[in-house]
C-alpha cells in the first residue's frame, strides 16, 4: 500500500455543507501538503503543514496533523460546486533526498 | 508568470516510436520533477533534477530518459513507446525540496499521452 492513502475514495456532499477527507501514512514525514486536482488540469497546492505543526488555516480550508496516528485531514467548510475536484494528499518523507509521495486521492463532488 | 508550462498538451504514440515532452518554469526553482498519473494510482515519480545539469531516478524511472540543459527547462524523453506508458504526465519544480523554505510544488497542466 502507498504512503499516504486518503479517504474516503469519492464523497458527494451538498452545496453549504463541510467536507472532509482524511490521509494516513507510514513513515516519519518532514512535512505533509495537500493538493487539488480539477478535472484535466495539474494539481494545485492548497496548503502545507510542517512536521511540528498541529492545525493550520487557509480561507474556508482547514488541516490538522497528527504524528502520534500518521494522519491527516482537509476539512472544506461551507462548499461549493466550485470545490468539486480530486484532494491529494503529498507527504515528503523525513529521509532527506526526494521523497514526496502522493496518494491516490479523493473524488469530491458539491452537487448545487 | 507563467509558472511550469508543459508541451504538447495531447499526443498519440504508435508503439515504438519516440518524442520528447518540454516542460519550462520561469520562477527560478532549482529543483524540478516529471511524474506520471495513472487511474487509481496518484502520481508516481519518473525523475527530477536538483539543479541545472543534474538529473536523478526516481520511482519509475524505466522507459524514459531526462535532460536538465538549462535551469528553467527539463525534458522527458520516451526512446521506444509502449503502450504501458499511456498516462498523463506531470512537470513540477519547488524552489527547494523540503524545509523550511519549501511550500509545495507548483505542477503544469499535464500531457496526455495515448500509445497504441
Known amino acids: 500500500s502507498q504512503q499516504g492513502e486518503e479517504d474516503p475514495q469519492a464523497l458527494s456532499i451538498q452545496e453549504g455543507e463541510n467536507a472532509t477527507m482524511n490521509c494516513s501514512y507510514k513513515t516519519s514525514i518532514n512535512n505533509l501538503q495537500w493538493y487539488r486536482q480539477n478535472s484535466g488540469r495539474g494539481l494545485v497546492h492548497l496548503i502545507l503543514i510542517r512536521s511540528n505543526e498541529r492545525e493550520k488555516h487557509s480561507g474556508r480550508l482547514r488541516v490538522t496533523l497528527d504524528t502520534s496516528k500518521k494522519s491527516s485531514s482537509l476539512l472544506i467548510t461551507a462548499s461549493r460546486a466550485a470545490d468539486t475536484a480530486s484532494y491529494f494528499c503529498a507527504t515528503a518523507l523525513n529521509t532527506g533526498g526526494f521523497k514526496t509521495i502522493f496518494g491516490a486521492g479523493t473524488r469530491l463532488f458539491v452537487k448545487a | 508568470n507563467a509558472g511550469v508550462t508543459q508541451t504538447p498538451k495531447f499526443r498519440v504514440l504508435k508503439t515504438g516510436q519516440s518524442m520528447t515532452l518540454l516542460c519550462a518554469q520561469d520562477m527560478n526553482h532549482e529543483y524540478m520533477y516529471w511524474y506520471r498519473q495513472d487511474p487509481g494510482m496518484g502520481l508516481r515519480l519518473i525523475h527530477y533534477?536538483?539543479?541545472?545539469?543534474?538529473?536523478a531516478k526516481g520511482e519509475v524511472p524505466d522507459g524514459y530518459n531526462v535532460s536538465r540543459l538549462k535551469k528553467q527547462n527539463f525534458l522527458l524523453g520516451l526512446e521506444s513507446a509502449a503502450p504501458s506508458q499511456t498516462s498523463v504526465y506531470f512537470c513540477a519544480s519547488s524552489y527547494s525540496p523540503a524545509g523550511e523554505r519549501y511550500y509545495g510544488y507548483t505542477f503544469g497542466s499535464g500531457t496526455r499521452l495515448t500509445v497504441v
Open positions: 533534477s536538483v539543479g541545472e545539469g543534474t538529473t
